[in-house]
């Protein structure tokens, strides 16, 4: 049988337009997906909250530390 690779990780160069067209169908589908949890998210508010600055910290660290 012939394997065939998986070419998710590969180089290539973007147009603009191509990448203004994800930009934009990521922000609509994340607003009705935002529109559709909104009484989720708002009852676990402080949750989601605690998750986001738990995702910030690694980043805000590299960020900071000094290069070696």
């Known amino acids: 049988m012939k394997e065939v690779a998986l070419k998710l990780f590969r180089k290539k160069a973007w147009r603009p337009i ?4 994800l930009k934009w169908g990521v922000l609509l589908l994340g607003m009705v997906i935002g529109a559709l949890l909104a009484d989720f998210v708002r009852q676990n508010i402080w949750a989601f909250i605690a998750i986001g600055l738990l995702f910030l910290v690694r980043p805000t660290i590299v960020y900071f530390r000094d290069p070696e």
């Open 18 to 21: 191509d990448i203004g067209l």
